[in-house]
């Protein structure tokens, strides 16, 4: 990815046993420098298919260097907590 350049997360939740996606899971996600400190931070629900993704600009501005994405899960419904992280790199 590039300064400028336009990001997506993208998650899905599905029942462990029917594996049909679980609407209404609220989502929550953490968007972070490699120094920890918090850059973007997003809110939501999965939609009627248990999917869920946010889109963001880069800064232009922001120091290049690796960024990590945490997003959780959690439904009282479900009785779930999810929590899922991954890593991407800015020139």
């Given at each position: 990815?590039?300064?400028?350049?336009?990001?997506?997360?993208?998650?899905?939740?599905?029942?462990?046993?029917?594996?049909?996606?679980?609407?209404?899971?609220?989502?929550?996600?953490?968007?972070?420098?490699?120094?920890?400190?918090?850059?973007?931070?997003?809110?939501?629900?999965?939609?009627?298919?248990?999917?869920?993704?946010?889109?963001?600009?880069?800064?232009?501005?922001?120091?290049?260097?690796?960024?990590?994405?945490?997003?959780?899960?959690?439904?009282?419904q479900y009785s779930l907590r999810i929590v899922e992280s991954t890593l991407f790199e800015v020139f």
């Open positions: 990815m590039e300064r400028g350049d336009r990001q997506t997360v993208i998650a899905q939740v599905l029942d462990s046993q029917s594996k049909q996606g679980i609407p209404g899971v609220n989502m929550k996600g953490t968007v972070t420098y490699a120094s920890r400190l918090p850059i973007y931070e997003f809110n939501g629900k999965s939609d009627g298919n248990g999917n869920f993704s946010y889109s963001w600009t880069i800064d232009k501005d922001v120091e290049p260097g690796t960024f990590i994405v945490v997003v959780s899960a959690s439904s009282e």
